[in-house]
């Protein structure tokens, strides 16, 4: 059963925008302790880039401060990523990943892959 889907990236030239969705099932949405999106460059480990904690705090990664937001819908039962003024180096596969309150666990998306070319 498939928790979390991304969708939104794409290829952009530096400058533009992308949103990304992530659409999360029912219980894990409505049981999040976090939420937030990650992003890994090949090789590389994977790296927050936006989270959204359950007491509405967000924070973000300082090389995408000013250019990103992170956003959900509680109707939609789904996470949005916000991404503006795209430089090359945001190229990379982004995951959406929410942990659960109760447990810790990570749920983790596909990934959606975005490329930004110069």
């Known amino acids: 059963q498939v928790q979390l889907v991304e969708s939104g990236g794409g290829s952009v030239q530096a400058g533009g925008s992308l949103r990304l969705s992530c659409a999360a099932s029912?219980?894990?949405?409505?049981?999040?302790?976090?939420m937030g999106w990650f992003r890994q460059y090949p090789g590389k480990e994977r790296e927050g880039v936006a989270t959204?904690?359950?007491?509405?705090?967000?924070s973000y990664a300082d090389s995408v401060k000013g250019r990103f937001t992170v956003s959900k819908d509680n109707a939609k039962k789904t996470l949005y990523l916000q991404m503006n003024s795209l430089k090359p180096d945001d190229t990379a596969m982004y995951y959406c990943?929410?942990?659960?309150?109760?447990?810790?666990?990570?749920?983790w998306g596909r990934g959606t892959q975005v490329t930004v070319s110069s």
């Open positions: 959204f904690d359950r007491d509405g705090t967000t």
């Open positions: 990943a929410i942990r659960l309150f109760s447990t810790g666990f990570n749920y």
């Open positions: 029912a219980y894990i949405y409505s049981n999040f302790g976090s």
